[in-house]
Nanobody, 123 residues
Framework: QVQLVESGGGLVQAGGSLRLSCAAS????????MGWFRQAPGKERQFVAA????????YYADSVKGRFTVSRDKAKNTLYLQMNTLKPDDTAVYYC????????????????WGQGTQVTVSS
């Protein structure tokens, strides 16, 4: 059974930084993509960033390009999201997800999800 556990969320002022972590287990991650999504109150869950597990190719939503960096530690089976220059619009619950595909940027391309971690950015 695949388990994804996020951590690192919290309250930060605009312009600040946070680093999210996602500890993964239960799947051979060497061939699959992993990603971050977020969902703000009253809005649909949206893609934030993804990484192909083998080559490390990264993908970002336009709204976070240049500010967020996705990375992974294959030895630790851990996914990270470094978030810099945070804005109030970044406030949301952030979810880690695992895909059965080598790469994926669409919500329907992911089949396992973490429980989410709250990120709140104050103005």
């Amino acid at each position: 059974q695949v388990q994804l556990v996020e951590s690192g969320g919290g309250l930060v002022q605009a312009g600040g930084s946070l680093r999210l972590s996602c500890a993964a287990s239960g799947r051979t991650f060497s061939r699959y993509a992993m990603g971050w999504f977020r969902q703000a109150p009253g809005k649909e869950r949206q893609f934030v960033a993804a990484i192909s597990w083998i080559g490390g190719t990264t993908y970002y939503a336009d709204s976070v390009k240049g500010r967020f960096t996705v990375s992974r530690d294959k030895a630790k089976n851990t996914l990270y999201l470094q978030m810099n220059t945070l804005k109030p619009d970044d406030t949301a619950v952030y979810y880690c997800a695992s895909s059965p595909l080598p790469v994926g940027v669409g919500i329907h391309e992911y089949d396992y999800w973490g429980q989410g971690t709250q990120v709140t950015v104050s103005s």
